[in-house]
């Protein structure tokens, strides 16, 4: 029998952790970051299909504040930023690959999908 998951009582772990990657943007960047670290700015830009710079940039100040991502800036111009994965950021590595094993195992041949699987880092 498999281990019962759902705890009505206590909601909130769930919840909780639904806040920290809910959205279309916060699970694609976590995934860029758990692929190769660090992260500049332009290479997550261009490696999530559709993201705007002001969506992309409110979406790494939210992962940060949420101590899930850090930022690193250069004091030189033009400006370098790069991202990684806090060791909170990187506990959510085994909830990642648990997804994309999911989608290993159900992902139909042919069906669509927005991006390529390797990323392009820029590093």
């Not at 919840?15 to 692929?35: F, N, R, V």
């Not at 559709?50 to 409110?58: A, D, E, F, R, V």
Request: glycine content about 6%; hydrophobic content about 35%.
């Amino acid at each position: 029998m498999p281990e019962k998951i759902c705890f009505v009582s206590n909601k909130e772990p769930f919840e909780y952790t639904l806040s920290i990657i809910s959205g279309k943007w916060k699970l694609k960047i976590i995934y860029l970051l758990a692929c190769t670290t660090p992260v500049r700015y332009g290479a997550l830009k261009k490696n999530i299909a559709g993201i705007t710079h002001k969506m992309l940039s409110t979406q790494l100040k939210e992962l940060e504040l949420q101590e899930i991502i850090t930022r690193k800036e250069y004091p030189q111009v033009p400006p370098k930023v790069e991202y990684s994965l806090t060791p909170k950021g990187q506990s959510l590595i085994p909830v990642v690959i648990a997804m994309c094993d999911w989608g290993k195992v159900n992902f139909k041949a042919g069906q669509r999908h927005e991006e390529s699987a390797e990323p392009d880092t820029g590093n």
